[in-house]
């Protein structure tokens, strides 16, 4: 089993795509060890509490600086000895340490097809008026590793969302939510679990699932 702990900040959405995906089994060969708040008032740690999962809090406004918030994320993650690492709206970017150490083990989501609509910056409902403003056609929602670039590491999964004459920010971050990153993420989480993830450069390869697997 894959000993999993996902970082969260706020409301806790895909965190609850995760663990209901874990729920129904679609998620395999995952442990679900830990979630890692950013906030102690996040609504996603009642989430955590009520699936049974640990929860630990990393509050970032006790930290002087972005460096000394990786590193303390980092130490939790090693003394807990975990595997892979979600980022399932957290909000906040981690240091090249900690990515570096967990290379290819740090998953993820943007609300957006990268390359479009994403890097430092780009984040919650901003990602969704630059897509209205640009005026596109489909949007959608991005899984992909973690490098110390925001939004540029290697894709796992992508799921396009149309986008409405009459949409506002609200009503494509819900749809995008919805209809891609609630699917992609618990997926790709599986796909890492399974062992199903290969890193070569900037392309993911997926490979297909064994049987009992």
């Known amino acids: 089993m894959v000993k999993t702990a996902v970082l969260v900040s ?3 959405t895909n965190l609850q795509a ?3 995906a874990h729920i129904f089994g679609e998620i395999k060969n995952c442990e679900l060890a ?5 906030n102690p008032d996040a609504f996603a740690i009642q989430r955590a509490e009520r699936a049974g999962i640990p ?4 509050d970032r406004k006790i930290f002087a600086n972005r460096a000394s918030f990786s590193e303390a994320i980092h130490k939790k993650l090693e003394d807990l000895d975990i595997d892979l690492a979600v980022l ?3 909000m906040y970017v981690l240091d090249s340490p900690l990515i570096h150490a967990y290379r290819n083990r740090v998953i ?3 609300p957006a097809l990268i390359p479009s609509f994403c890097g430092d910056g780009c984040y919650g409902l901003r ?3 630059a897509a209205l403003e640009y005026g596109v056609k489909v949007s959608g929602a991005t899984a992909h590793f973690c490098v110390t670039e925001p939004d540029a590491g290697p ?3 992508q799921k396009a969302v149309e986008v409405r004459e009459d949409d506002t920010p609200t009503s494509l971050q819900r749809r995008v939510m919805e209809e891609a990153e609630w699917k992609i993420l618990p997926a790709a989480v599986s796909l890492y679990c399974e062992g199903r993830l290969e890193v070569t450069g900037r392309t993911v390869k997926i490979s297909e699932a064994q049987d009992g697997v």
């Open 108 to 110: 993820n989501i943007h």
């Open 155 to 157: 894709i796992i999964l």
């Open 55 to 58: 929860v630990y809090v990393v």
């Open 18 to 20: 995760i663990i209901d």
């Open 34 to 38: 830990a979630v890692i708040s950013s």
């Open 88 to 90: 399932a709206g957290f």
């Open 10 to 12: 706020g409301g806790g």
């Open 127 to 129: 990602v969704h008026e």
